[in-house]
T-cell receptor, first 113, second 116 residues
């Protein structure tokens, strides 16, 4: 069964600190992996997208990694800001089939002053 | 580019009434649109896939007669929640797949539905 597991479920950090969110998946055949940021009451916004051959990708203070062998990904946030408070969702695309996207439950990040 | 809008952003209705939610791709054509439902602290759950000019494909457990989907053009899809009940209260999010962007989906801002 295609699944995406994220950890931790929630995280509280001080402003300015770094943090790393984890994503493990059992999706086959794998197409790509995306990290989304979802503010409360808003739709998801794409942060990064990585294909099978990509190990790391950055978008400003966000850096995502992908290990296709162990089927793990991480999202590292550097120098966190209050506006980083949101849910971060890991989404894996299936190469074929009727359900193209498999969503994780997300990690709820709270950045406090 | 690749902006998706939803209307309304939030709606409160009485039990038994029907509610229509619009999803529009503002600056691109979308052959396929997806409708998701998200309950608090849960991930997005795909309800149905809507292809322009054809009937929607519903996920298992989603009642097609209750959640009516119309995708009349390449820029507009609508979801109508018929005879809404309190358990239908949720956050409904649509996404649109660009004709030339492969499988990339762009998400709308969501619609909060509260059924009293």
């Amino acid at each position: 069964k295609n699944q995406v597991e994220q950890s931790p479920q929630s995280l509280i950090i001080l402003e300015g600190k770094n943090c790393t969110l984890q994503c493990n998946y059992t999706v086959s055949p794998f197409s790509n992996l995306r990290w989304y940021k979802q503010d409360t009451g808003r739709g998801p916004v794409s942060l990064t997208i990585m294909t099978f051959s990509e190990n790391t990708k950055s978008n400003g203070r966000y850096t995502a990694t992908l290990d296709a062998d162990t089927k793990q990904s991480s999202l590292h946030i550097t120098a966190s800001q209050l506006s980083d408070s949101a849910s971060y969702i890991c989404v894996v695309s299936v190469l074929s089939g009727n359900t193209p996207l498999v969503f994780g439950k997300g990690t709820r990040l709270s950045v406090i002053a | 580019g690749a902006v998706v809008s939803q209307h309304p952003s939030r709606v409160i209705c009485k039990s038994g009434t029907s509610v229509k939610i619009e999803c529009r791709s503002l600056d691109f054509q979308a052959t396929t649109m997806f409708w998701y439902r998200q309950f608090p602290k849960q991930s997005l759950m795909l309800m149905a896939t809507s292809n322009e000019g054809s009937k929607a494909t519903y996920e298992q457990g989603v009642e097609k007669d209750k959640f009516l989907i119309n995708h009349a053009s390449l820029t507009l899809s609508t979801l109508t929640v018929t005879s809404a009940h309190p358990e239908d209260s949720s956050f409904y999010i649509c996404s649109a797949r660009h004709v030339r962007a492969g499988e990339t989906q762009y998400f709308g801002p969501g619609t909060r539905l509260l059924v009293l």
